[in-house]
């Protein structure tokens, strides 16, 4: 896959390494066993399933047609369940039209699981029959994708991000790479929108999940 930048931009690095342990001491397959990836090249999703492990990767275009629309700045984010616990989850949508303030806080970059920067991928404008609007300035894209990892990349402005998963038999690793500086520590955003109106703390007790950030 061509590459939409120059990886030798990247000058600051962080890693995320989700760790899995046998629960109850009790054999189990590891993430990799009956491991398969789907690609949905038009939708710009990546699903990687195993016995214990879903893993969807997200380059999602923007709206319809290149247009901001429905969509929210949550490129290069991921969900991931592992043993039926979600690790990494979207936040939903919580509300439209009624309070658009709150509209645009979980479809900002800040409530999703991705690299954060100091400004949003697509800035959002409008209100009311304007709320849906976003602006579309972000180009992204998997630039690999094999059996046991991918690679997306993600350019805004002067910022260019890169997104790289690797699938190991006890732990899911995550480098996140870019020009400027960012944060990527997982469900910083607590609220979750299990449908219209609803909200709740998003976080699950991990259990024997463990999730350690490195520089």
Not at 27 to 37: A, D, E, R, V
């Amino acid at each position: 896959h061509e590459q939409l930048f120059d990886d030798k931009e990247l000058m600051f690095r962080k890693k995320i390494i989700i760790r899995v342990t046998q629960p109850d001491r009790k054999s189990k397959p590891t993430l990799t066993q009956g491991l398969q990836y789907s690609l949905y090249p038009s939708g710009g999703a990546l699903v990687y399933k195993s016995n214990r492990m879903f893993l969807g990767l997200n380059c999602v275009p923007n709206g319809s047609n290149g247009n901001g629309g429905h969509n929210h700045n949550d490129q290069l984010s991921i969900e991931l369940q592992v043993d039926g616990i979600d690790v990494s989850a979207d936040p939903g949508t919580y509300l439209y039209t009624s309070n658009p303030e709150e509209r645009n806080n979980f479809r900002s970059v800040k409530a999703h699981n991705t690299l954060r920067a100091d400004q949003e991928p697509n800035e959002f404008f409008g209100s009311g029959d304007a709320l849906f609007a976003k602006e579309n300035t972000s180009i992204t894209k998997f630039v690999e994708i094999k059996k046991h990892s991918a690679v997306m990349q993600l350019i805004y402005g002067r910022i260019i991000q890169q997104r790289s998963l690797t699938i190991e038999e006890d732990c899911v690793v995550i480098l996140d790479e870019s020009n400027y500086n960012f944060e990527n520590e997982l469900n910083i955003f607590r609220r979750y929108s299990p449908g219209y109106g609803k909200v709740e703390d998003r976080m699950n007790n991990l259990e024997h999940i463990s999730i350690e950030y490195k520089p």
